[in-house]
C-alpha cells in the first residue's frame, strides 16, 4: 500500500509562487510514475505534471513554463514548484502514484491508484 500525503497549499495573489510537496511510504527511486492533479469546483480532475524514475517529466500545456516538477529519491518526496500562478490554477492539488512509468497516458487520471488527501491553493486577483 502507497501513502501519499500532500503539504504546502494556501492563498496568493496572482503572480505569486507556492510549492507542494508530496511525501511518498514508497521509495520514488522504484518504478513508480509520480505527480499532480487538480481539480477545480465542477470541473474533472487533470493531470498537471507528472515524473518517473527515469526522471521524464510531463507538463499540462497550461502550466508549461510556470511550474516545475522535481523528486528527491533519498527523502522520497516529489514537489511541485508553482510560479507565476493565476487565479484559473485555483483548485485543490492532489499527489497521485502508479507504477510503472509515466507514459503518454499520464493524464488519465483513472489509472492512478493511489492518491493523497489534497491541498487547496487559491489564487487571487
Known amino acids: 500500500q502507497v501513502q501519499l500525503v500532500e503539504s504546502g497549499g494556501g492563498s496568493v495573489q496572482s503572480g505569486g509562487s507556492l510549492r507542494l510537496s508530496c511525501a511518498a511510504s514508497?521509495?520514488?527511486?522504484?518504478?513508480?510514475?509520480m505527480g499532480w492533479f487538480r481539480q477545480a469546483p465542477g470541473k474533472e480532475r487533470e493531470g498537471v505534471a507528472v515524473?518517473?524514475?527515469?526522471?521524464?517529466?510531463n507538463y499540462a500545456g497550461s502550466v508549461q513554463g510556470r511550474f516545475t516538477i522535481s523528486q528527491n529519491n533519498a527523502k522520497n518526496m516529489v514537489y511541485l514548484q508553482m510560479n507565476s500562478l493565476k487565479p484559473e490554477d485555483t483548485a485543490i492539488y492532489y499527489c497521485?502514484?502508479?507504477?510503472?512509468?509515466?507514459?503518454?497516458?499520464?493524464?488519465?487520471?483513472?489509472?492512478?491508484?493511489?492518491w493523497g488527501q489534497g491541498t487547496q491553493v487559491t489564487v487571487s486577483s
Open positions: 515524473i518517473d524514475l527515469a526522471g521524464n517529466t
Open positions: 514508497v521509495a520514488t527511486y522504484t518504478n513508480v510514475c
Open positions: 497521485a502514484a502508479r507504477y510503472g512509468y509515466c507514459s503518454d497516458s499520464w493524464r488519465l487520471y483513472l489509472l492512478y491508484a493511489y
